[in-house]
């Protein structure tokens, strides 16, 4: 799977919404037009309406009626569907079978198949939500994306390229439904690391106090030594930092979903 740069991936994500939003127009025009020339045919025809032309009408209306039993009994194949939108993004089955094969969140022992499978789902439309607002507020060319990073990462809680390119084939996936994914991947990173993270501030009291309810209190009641402030207090300051910036993801994804409207029609 080459690699590609973030530029490129953008223009295949807005090629590919145009291409969705024109099919949606050409739909809505073959509609359009079909109802015109049914209500110009009800105006001119209906002075000149006669036995003939009921016979007829009659006789169509008996072979669609066949026609309509005949086709009732063709077996139907679901190639695609719509899970979820947000905003005016559709997220697709296809969308969560690539988040399966690259593992987009990782499953729990023993964990139900229905209930991984929705956990995808909420970590899918959550990415979209949060590449959205980034998206939405001008921030996706302010940013320095790291697309190669995020592509490597994908690929490799994939179980590497050659088995996505099989599972690709079998599934119908195509190297762009990976791009949007990476796209959405490396933007969201970029954002926690680019302007989230330089927010966070830990000082020594906060330390200290985790110090002593992580570590002091809870080795109280057991026989084992409490390990120096000094030798713990980097892991302990990394610990709260982490801490912190997952409280702060917390609250820009509540804002995000304030801003869009979401439809989740899959559990």
């Not at 909420?122 to 998206?135: K, N, P, S």
């Not at 990173?189 to 680019?194: H, I, L, N, P, W």
Request: charged share 35%.
């Amino acid at each position: 799977m080459p690699s590609v740069s973030w530029r490129a991936i953008r223009a295949a994500d807005k090629a590919r919404r145009r291409r969705s939003s024109s099919a949606t127009s050409r739909r809505r025009n073959a509609v359009s037009g079909v109802e015109g020339r049914q209500e110009a045919v009800g105006i001119s025809d209906a002075v000149h309406y006669d036995s003939r032309v009921r016979t007829g009408v009659i006789a169509l209306i008996l072979m669609s009626v066949s026609h309509f039993g005949v086709a009732a009994e063709a077996e139907w194949e679901t190639v695609e569907e719509v899970l979820a939108v947000v905003g005016s993004t559709p997220i697709l089955l296809s969308d969560l079978e690539l988040a399966t094969l690259v593992r987009l969140v990782d499953g729990e022992p023993d964990e139900p198949e229905d209930t991984y499978r929705s956990r995808l789902l909420d970590a899918r439309i959550r990415l979209e939500i949060e590449f959205r607002d980034i998206e939405d507020g001008g921030l996706l060319f302010r940013l320095e994306l790291d697309p190669q990073r995020a592509r490597e990462t994908l690929i490799e809680r994939g179980g590497g390229a050659d088995r996505l390119d099989r599972e690709f084939v079998e599934r119908g996936l195509v190297a762009a439904d990976l791009d949007e994914l990476v796209l959405r991947v490396a933007a969201v990173d970029a954002f926690v690391q680019q302007r989230l993270r330089p927010r966070i501030s830990v000082n020594m009291d906060e330390i200290e106090a985790a110090y002593q309810q992580l570590l002091v209190d809870e080795i109280a009641t057991s026989d084992e030594a409490v390990p120096p402030l000094a030798a713990v207090r980097d892991r302990l300051f990394q610990l709260l930092v982490e801490r912190k910036l997952n409280d702060e993801i917390e609250r820009w994804l509540e804002r995000a979903m304030e801003r869009q409207e979401i439809l989740r029609f899959s559990r």
